[in-house]
Every structure is written in structure tokens, then in C-alpha cells.
């Protein structure tokens, strides 16, 4: 039950686009296509905003995408907002009913 | 409007207990999975428990496998943790999310655990 592996913080202008990476191991990122992320501004909760690797929840701009390769997941965001400021988890289902997270990445708009 | 109200948290000794409880509204309680998850203060997240529709199935972050119980009262629509022998490193914002597998797909807006030395 290690946590997955997130960079601390990434930046982009508006409008530019910016990929978080995630990485785990073949017995999570790797074994599972139930690779999630899920966007968090200060003080509030979570809110999930890729499921499945790459499926997006009703609502959710399509400027927010995810892929995987392997042990390593990404979450690119094109077109970026100011309202995109926020921090960022990667999550994925470790077995047995488990789950594991990231270390978060905060993400700046410049 | 899918709802869920954490409450329960507080300042505790190293070593002492708590009972968080989770309220939800807006769904069918019974028919979800439901999980723990906590946020220490600058950290990310970290899954804690999770407990099946019946309650038949419960399943732990190893580190607090013998001190944190999860259980639920579908007839109430709440969720619970209880919380033993709590340490410094338990010190963090426990949310109660809703599992709609294998996604948590909705979340309340957390309690504050806050354990003192």
C-alpha cells in the first residue's frame, strides 16, 4: 500500500496545456484500468474528474483527459483556466477492495 | 442533491478514541459501497477503510487494520468510524465518500481529527 508517485507541483499559463504523471506499480497503476483523478481547490472536497483511465463524469470539460502507459498514468489539461488552480490526486484500485492515492500535485495558472 | 455530513472530529489525547459518523441523503444508502478517506494537513489523500451494501465486507489501510473499525446502519443512512489507540499521525481531515465502483464519486465536506502528545 505505497502511495502512488506525483510530482509536488506543475504550472502553466492560461491557455496553455500542462500533464500530470502518476506512477505506481504492476500492482496497481499497472494491473488495474481504475486509474481516477480527482480535483481539489483549498478548503473543499474532492471532486473526481476522470474515472476508468480516461472517462470523463457528466459535467466535466472535455480540456481535462487521462491516459496510461503502463505503471504510469496522466492527467493533461488543455485550454487552462484560471479556474483550473487547484490541487490535483491521482488514485488507483490496488486489489482486494483497496485503494491507493497519490501524493497530490498542486497545479498554478500563471 | 447528493449529500453527505461528516461529524465526530475534535482534539484528542495520543491514545484516546472517536466515533465519526457520516450522514447522507439524496440516494439509496444500501445500495453503495462506502468508504473513509483522510488528508493530513499539506498532504494528499489516503484510503482508509471501505465497507459493503450489507455490511458483510469490511477492508483496511493496513496501518490502522487493528485500531479503526467501519460500520453502517442502512436504516439510519449513516456510516461510521470508530477510532482507537489514536496517534500523532492520525492527525488529519477524514472524509466520508461514496464509492460508485471504482470511482469515489461523491464526497462530504470532512472532520477534522486533531491528535495531541
Known amino acids: 500500500q505505497s502511495a502512488l508517485t506525483q510530482p509536488p507541483s506543475v504550472s502553466g499559463s492560461p491557455g496553455q496545456s500542462v500533464t500530470i504523471s502518476c506512477t505506481g506499480t504492476s500492482s496497481d497503476v499497472g494491473g488495474y484500468n481504475y486509474v481516477s483523478w480527482y480535483q481539489q481547490h483549498p478548503g473543499k472536497a474532492p471532486k473526481v474528474i476522470i474515472y476508468d483511465v480516461s472517462k470523463r463524469p457528466s459535467g466535466v470539460p472535455d480540456r481535462f483527459s487521462g491516459s496510461k502507459s503502463g505503471n504510469t498514468a496522466s492527467l493533461t489539461i488543455s485550454g487552462l483556466q484560471a479556474e483550473d488552480d487547484a490541487d490535483y490526486h491521482c488514485?488507483?484500485?490496488?486489489?482486494?477492495?483497496?485503494?491507493?492515492f497519490g501524493g497530490g500535485t498542486k497545479l498554478t495558472v500563471l | 442533491e447528493v449529500q453527505l455530513v461528516e461529524s465526530g472530529g475534535g482534539l484528542v489525547q495520543s491514545g484516546g478514541s472517536l466515533r465519526l459518523s457520516c450522514v447522507v441523503s439524496g440516494f439509496t444508502f444500501s445500495d453503495y459501497w462506502m468508504s473513509w478517506v483522510r488528508q493530513a494537513p499539506g498532504k494528499g489523500l489516503e484510503w482508509v477503510a471501505n465497507?459493503?451494501?450489507?455490511?458483510?465486507?469490511?477492508n483496511y489501510l493496513d496501518s490502522v487494520k487493528d485500531r479503526f473499525t467501519i460500520s453502517r446502519d442502512n436504516a439510519k443512512s449513516s456510516l461510521y468510524l470508530q477510532i482507537n489507540s489514536l496517534r500523532v499521525e492520525d492527525t488529519a481531515v477524514y472524509y466520508c465518500?461514496?464509492?460508485?465502483?471504482?470511482?469515489?464519486?461523491?464526497w462530504g465536506r470532512g472532520t477534522l481529527v486533531t491528535v495531541s502528545s
Open positions: 488514485c488507483s484500485y490496488a486489489g482486494s477492495y483497496t485503494w491507493v
Open positions: 465518500a461514496r464509492v460508485n465502483w471504482p470511482r469515489f464519486d461523491s
Open positions: 465497507i459493503k451494501q450489507a455490511g458483510t465486507e469490511k
